[in-house]
């Protein structure tokens, strides 16, 4: 589970936090478009449920950069399996600016997607054009994610 920390909390861990760890949690949005982040030192999972908008994404990672739990170069899951809504271009770009202050960290962010469908793969790789000093791959599954972010 160590290893795999943060990636699973939304899903086997009760309360604010994995058993024994250190973990920050924010949820933004209403039941209809949420966001959940869930960050445990250079690791995060991000999981977006209905139709959030960008600018929810946004205001919710700004939000943990705030508080100082948000660092350079995370190795981040994101989880689209429950999302439903439409990709919002305007704001992805401003999602990119957001995500400039990564040009600092002295080595590659990573994102690993974990996706419905293969429609995704090929808004990952307009989504990769965006944030160039990030690594993005899209995946079936949480497992094979959570092993190309380890690797």
């Not at 999981?47 to 948000?70: F, I, M, R, S, Y």
């Amino acid at each position: 589970m160590e290893d795999s920390a943060p990636y699973y909390c939304d899903t086997v861990c009760a309360g604010d936090a994995c058993p024994g760890e250190d973990v920050h949690r924010l949820k933004c949005g209403g039941s209809r478009a949420s966001v959940h982040i869930v960050a445990l030192g250079t690791r995060m999972l991000i999981v977006l449920e209905g139709e959030p908008t960008v600018d929810t994404v946004v205001d919710c990672l700004q939000t943990g950069l705030k508080a100082g739990w948000l660092h350079l170069s995370m190795k981040t899951l994101v989880d689209l399996t429950k999302f439903v809504g439409v990709i919002d271009w305007k704001s992805l770009k401003r999602m990119s600016e957001l995500a400039d202050w990564a040009s600092i960290a002295p080595e590659k962010s990573a994102v690993a997607y974990v996706v419905r469908d293969n429609a995704f793969g090929a808004i990952i790789k307009v989504i990769s054009a965006l944030f160039g000093r990030t690594r993005h791959r899209a995946f079936s599954g949480r497992p094979e994610a959570i092993a190309w972010l380890a690797g």
